[in-house]
């Protein structure tokens, strides 16, 4: 019911194409003391999640932690692409876009998102649409937040200027889809899968669905479905119950509630009857092959099941595929996913393949493996290992309360939030026997999609079960009680200064921050360096693999054994940066010291590494975003070829790989790794009286022959380009410009810039870049800009980039020079100055509630000899901008006429007439010839 989702062994350009992996936040706390308010009453209350219903028909689920100085609101509306009629595909996720544009009581709601520094967004699924904004804990944010969910609900504009600009944005979004193999690939399995239920259209929509959807169809969508009774809200964070339960009763229960009735839906998919196959043709760089079976509803007890079979199908390094296909060399990479819900879904298996290699013997061994999984029943270990995984990752979710929104949306789609709990419960009792009983229903020729059709007498059809009714699961549910604390730990640079023991450990500067955190876990960060500018000279591909080899085995462990070990310890991060448990942390830090300083190098999972490498580099080469990086960084390029600072070709970093030999692996790590000089910060629920010593005693001594010193970048000026590279076949382009500033963080321009380019491009929907390019001219589904500077050196840069159809380049190349211009000579408005300070302050303060952010905030300061004290200058620094320094800093530093632009896109595509995009409009409003 929960685990269908899970994307475990999945490539990173097929994670877009799985639904996340639901989890849920959950706390101790009693349901309202006080009289309910009237019309209100109450539901039910599992692990400090309690539900209230409103008079109108709202659901709402109140869940207060005071753990974190954060809030989090979210609004499940019960409506997905699932519902669309012909010829309205995509609509459910336009008209989440729509719902950014305005409402009567909030006409600019992204600015007003922006002004107080909310994280915020909005998902679509096939069941269900959510909307969820994460701010800093104040009652004034929490009250602006409320009221604008309800004013939205039923008071948004859904205006025609509003859909003329945002259609170009989402079919923007589309484009972007169209250029991922794998995307594609997902979209035909699910047209093809499916003979009638919707789920056999893609969320995004088609292309001319959402060119010529009218505006009287989205209204009557909105009416239908956005409304108080079809609408599910949470509050989870820091905020007081009565009060707020009391607002949300003010502001939403003064929504009348419906006199419509909800549409049914009764359309059922017949049961498949022969294995079908399809192939997408178009260029690319990697092959895939994939196959897809149907699997009951989310509701049905064999959906976890099927769970429990893809993670030890689809696992790496553990997975049966892994070793069968990967391992042997016939492919680069395996993954596996789910994709369920409401109705019967589709669970994915699939491998890439090198381009120009066979790809029929893999299709033929891959569903040889998948449809003999259930001759072969998983053994106590796989089991052991994959119930650990969940639990692990249960646990972890548990103690962050801000996914808890996001998380429950998938439950509430399904029919009741409580659902998740049960799954939670459920796979405690999976079995091996279930598993391969499981497998042998759904994993069988006539219900899969990859195949040819054959006439046959005897068909072996799958028969998918109808969901069990939710109140028969729920029956015999008993929820735990949560027994999770954690302080109010308050994220000021006062209070982390003064919590925090700054200490050296040997040759390692070590900043211990103890704190009571929910679940007892421990957050470590350690800074290692290596090597100076010319003995790193020459060394290619060999630091990057090196670093990737050491969790692929050690003197002690197989990469298998390896990573049980870090499941078993609790362990989720990388080496350098991990989070684990209070009981575990002396362990783990072990056995990362052990990592660290005895890797096996076994030469099979070298052979693997450098075949991946290729593989994914060589699928980069026909991408616009990667051709254009390529290309824009080689032309900044001050270095010779084999310093470490050079921007390689493609052809480069394959020879380097190829070159690449497992002694210079060996030879690499022996003369520098160590961690001294070496920089560590552990913040959370541990002792600093043991764990101190124990660092020195693992880390303290452990010194690299080679000598260290940092490999600093020099500023220069470098001339204007504008370059244009053909990536055929391709939907969509990218946009990318640079110009090299003259800068260091210390340098007393530094705040105003950040402050202006914020309101310039890195503001999110409502910067001057994203209102002109999306908001007004609706070119790009997403863009920003970005401000470097140096810490040591000066070798600063302002950067812009952004997504675009190949034939809306120019148009948006156009669109950007002229906000540029606009800005370098008009200046910014003391408004814009105000909502950038009041925005970055938020964001920061948000970004000091996270352990993991404050432990590399520790290292990268002990780097550079400071302290937490220095961001409390720098903040104060910020908030003292006036406006002409502001202006003037923009002035000084950007010049247009110095910025470098590459696009990349397909040509011949660009050549043709422009895609429809919104009209412009100046600033009064009026329409440009």
Do not use: C
Request: net charge neutral; glycine share 8%.
């Amino acid at each position: 019911m929960i685990f269908t989702s899970f994307t475990r062994g999945l490539p990173a350009h097929l994670v877009a194409s799985a639904f996340a992996f639901l989890a849920a936040g959950t706390a101790v706390t009693a349901p309202l003391a006080a009289p309910l308010p009237k019309g209100v009453t109450l539901g039910a209350s599992v692990e400090g999640i309690t539900e209230y219903r409103l008079a109108n028909g709202l659901k709402v689920l109140l869940f207060p932690d005071s753990s974190r100085p954060t809030v989090t609101v979210n609004v499940t509306y019960l409506v997905g692409s699932r519902h669309e009629n012909y010829g309205e595909t995509g609509m459910a996720h336009l008209l989440e876009h729509l719902l950014f544009k305005g409402s009567k009581k909030n006409p600019d709601i992204t600015r007003q998102f922006a002004d107080r520094g909310m994280d915020f967004n909005g998902t679509t699924s096939l069941d269900r649409t959510n909307y969820y904004e994460v701010f800093q804990a104040t009652p004034e944010n929490l009250d602006w937040a409320l009221q604008m969910e309800a004013d939205r609900m039923t008071g948004s504009f859904i205006a025609q200027k509003d859909l003329d600009s945002e259609m170009t944005v989402v079919r923007n979004e589309f484009e972007s889809g169209e250029n991922s193999p794998s995307s594609v690939l997902v979209k035909r399995m699910q047209s093809v899968a499916y003979d009638w239920h919707s789920y056999g259209r893609s969320t995004i929509g088609n292309r001319s669905d959402i060119e010529n959807v009218k505006l009287a169809n989205l209204q009557a969508f909105y009416r239908t479905y956005y409304q108080p009774d079809n609408a599910v809200l949470l509050v989870a964070g820091k905020f007081q119950l009565e009060p707020t339960l009391a607002k949300i009763n003010r502001l939403f229960g003064a929504i009348p509630k419906p006199k419509r009735k909800l549409p049914e839906f009764w359309t059922v998919e017949p049961t498949q009857d022969g294995e079908r196959s399809f192939a997408v043709r178009r260029q690319g760089d990697v092959q895939i092959v994939m196959l897809g079976y149907k699997v009951p509803s989310s509701v049905h007890d064999d959906s976890d099941v099927m769970a429990f079979a893809s993670s030890i199908l689809g696992d790496v390094p553990t997975g049966r595929l892994h070793k069968s296909l990967v391992e042997t060399g016939k492919a680069s990479q395996v993954f596996t996913f789910g994709e369920t819900g409401y109705a019967p879904g589709l669970q994915y298996v699939g491998a890439i393949v090198k381009k120009g290699e066979p790809i029929e013997p893999v299709r033929v061994a891959l569903t040889e493996a998948v449809e003999g999984f259930g001759s072969k029943p998983p053994t106590p270990d796989e089991m052991a290992r994959v119930r650990r995984m969940y639990e692990n990752e249960m646990e972890r979710s548990l103690n962050d309360p801000q996914r808890v929104g996001v998380a429950l949306s998938e439950t509430i789609a399904l029919g009741d939030w409580r659902l998740f709990f049960t799954g939670r419960e459920r796979v405690k009792t999976i079995t091996a026997e279930e598993v391969a009983a499981a497998s042998k229903r759904y994993f069988r020729r006539d219900n899969r999609v990859t195949g040819v059709f054959v006439p046959e007498e005897s068909p072996l059809r799958a028969v998918i079960p109808p969901a069990p009714s939710i109140e028969s699961i729920l029956e015999k549910f008993k929820p735990n009680a949560s027994t999770l604390v954690a302080e109010d730990f308050e994220p000021t640079q006062e209070n982390i200064l003064k919590r925090t023991q700054l200490t050296r450990a040997g040759g390692v500067k070590l900043a211990l921050l103890p704190k009571k955190n929910r679940g007892e876990t421990v957050t470590v960060n350690l800074r290692q360096h290596m090597g100076d500018e010319k003995n790193l000279f020459g060394k290619g591909a060999v630091p990057e693999l090196t670093a990737a080899m050491l969790v692929r085995g050690t003197s002690r462990y197989t990469r298998e054994q390896l990573a049980d070990e870090f499941d078993r310890l609790k362990i989720a991060g990388g080496l350098t940066h991990f989070q684990t448990t209070r009981e575990h942390l002396p362990q783990a830090l072990r056995l990362v010291a052990h990592v660290l300083k005895e890797p096996g190098f076994p030469q099979a999972e070298f052979e693997q590494l450098r075949r991946q490498s290729q593989v994914a580099l060589e699928a980069s080469r026909a991408e616009p975003q990667a051709v254009a990086s390529r290309a824009l960084s080689q032309h900044f390029d001050l270095y010779p070829k084999g310093d470490v600072r050079h921007a390689n070709t493609f052809d480069e970093d394959l020879a380097e790989l190829q070159a690449a030999r497992l002694e210079d692996l060996r030879a690499f790590h022996r003369e520098f790794y160590g961690t001294v000089p070496a920089e560590m910060a552990i913040v959370g629920d541990f002792d600093a009286a043991t764990i101190a010593p124990l660092v020195e005693e693992l880390f303290g001594a452990w010194k690299a022959p080679a000598n260290f010193a940092p490999v600093l970048r020099r500023h220069a000026d470098i001339p204007a380009l504008k370059k244009t590279l053909d990536t055929p076949d391709k939907e969509n382009g990218f946009y990318l410009a640079r110009l090299n500033l003259d800068l260091n963080i210390d340098d007393a321009d530094y705040p105003a810039l950040m402050l202006a380019n914020y309101i310039f491009g890195e503001g999110g929907l409502r910067s001057r870049l994203m209102d002109r390019i999306r908001q007004k001219d609706g070119l790009s589904y997403g863009g920003g800009s970005q401000l470097d500077a140096g810490d040591l050196d000066r070798a600063g840069g302002f950067g812009i980039s952004a997504i675009a159809a190949p034939q809306n380049l120019q148009r948006l190349d156009a669109a950007v020079r002229e906000e540029l211009a606009r800005a370098v000579k008009e200046g910014f408005t003391a408004a814009e100055l105000a909502g950038a300070k009041s925005g970055l302050m938020q964001q920061r303060q948000q970004t000091r509630a996270e352990d993991g952010a404050v432990a590399a905030g520790w290292t990268s300061y002990l780097y550079r000899d400071r302290t937490y004290a220095w961001s409390r200058q720098f903040e104060d620094k910020l908030m003292a901008v006036t406006l002409p320094q502001l202006n003037a800093a923009f002035r000084k530093a950007i010049d247009p006429a110095r910025l470098s632009v590459v696009v990349a896109g397909d040509q011949g595509k660009a050549k043709q007439a422009p895609v429809k995009v919104a009209p412009a409009v100046t600033a009064g409003g009026a329409k440009k010839p």
